[in-house]
């Protein structure tokens, strides 16, 4: 235990050296559901945050399309990611709404999760199953009973917690990915952004 939880450490740490904070646009999942940041959209009161000193959430620096990076497979590199091939897009909008795309190359068809967000009072966005949805998954996992995210500055990064835990061994950043190679090779694959 106290060995796996040194390396999500090393890992976190390793992560945040690696930022280069670069500015790329950040695109829409689907364009019937997205619709950017809009040049007005400055902050989106929920009735959460910091209400205190009556600041409404600032949902500004959220807002975006985000990727899941293997750490053991660099992004934009064709390789073997350590046994997880999947490609996995986040995206949260300003309407309170956000969705997750995960694909994997043995699936036929990626699935997509539906959410509603909630700010919360320690930072996070606490996630809540969307229009659609019955229960309240994530990735792999049918079912969890809590999931939320929260914004690491300066390069806009996410941290997902489920259920009390972080992810192991991914890093999610600003971004779209894409598949360049699903898997046409045994235990290769290369995502990369889109459009590169």
């Given at each position: 235990?106290?060995?796996?939880?040194?390396?999500?450490?090393?890992?976190?740490?390793?992560?945040?050296?690696?930022?280069?904070?670069?500015?790329?646009?950040?695109?829409?999942?689907?364009?019937?559901?997205?619709?950017?940041?809009?040049?007005?959209?400055?902050?989106?009161?929920?009735?959460?945050?910091?209400?205190?000193?009556?600041?409404?959430?600032?949902?500004?620096?959220?807002?975006?399309?985000?990727?899941?990076?293997?750490?053991?497979?660099?992004?934009?590199?064709?390789?073997?990611?350590?046994?997880?091939?999947?490609?996995?897009?986040?995206?949260?909008l300003p309407d309170s709404r956000a969705s997750l795309l995960y694909d994997d190359c043995n699936f036929e068809l990626p699935i997509v999760i539906a959410y509603e967000?909630?700010?919360?009072?320690?930072?996070?966005?606490?996630?809540?199953?969307?229009?659609?949805?019955?229960?309240?998954?994530?990735?792999?996992?049918?079912?969890v009973e809590t999931l939320r995210v929260q914004l690491i500055e300066p390069c806009r990064e996410l941290e997902f917690e489920a259920d009390g835990r972080g992810l192991?061994?991914?890093?999610?950043?600003?971004?779209?990915?894409?598949?360049?190679?699903?898997?046409?090779?045994?235990?290769?694959?290369?995502?990369?952004?889109?459009?590169?």
């Amino acid at each position: 235990m106290m060995r796996a939880r040194m390396l999500f450490v090393s890992l976190a740490v390793v992560s945040s050296v690696g930022c280069n904070c670069s500015n790329r646009e950040i695109v829409a999942l689907d364009s019937d559901t997205s619709s950017g940041v809009p040049e007005d959209m400055t902050a989106v009161s929920s009735g959460s945050g910091d209400e205190s000193i009556g600041e409404p959430f600032d949902a500004s620096r959220w807002i975006g399309r985000y990727h899941f990076e293997n750490t053991f497979l660099p992004f934009g590199e064709r390789g073997d990611p350590g046994g997880d091939y999947s490609l996995v897009n986040f995206e949260i909008l300003p309407d309170s709404r956000a969705s997750l795309l995960y694909d994997d190359c043995n699936f036929e068809l990626p699935i997509v999760i539906a959410y509603e967000w909630l700010p919360s009072d320690d930072g996070w966005l606490n996630l809540h199953p969307g229009q659609g949805e019955t229960s309240l998954r994530f990735l792999g996992r049918t079912d969890v009973e809590t999931l939320r995210v929260q914004l690491i500055e300066p390069c806009r990064e996410l941290e997902f917690e489920a259920d009390g835990r972080g992810l192991s061994f991914s890093v999610v950043r600003p971004g779209e990915s894409c598949w360049v190679d699903r898997c046409t090779t045994p235990h290769t694959m290369q995502v990369d952004y889109c459009g590169e």
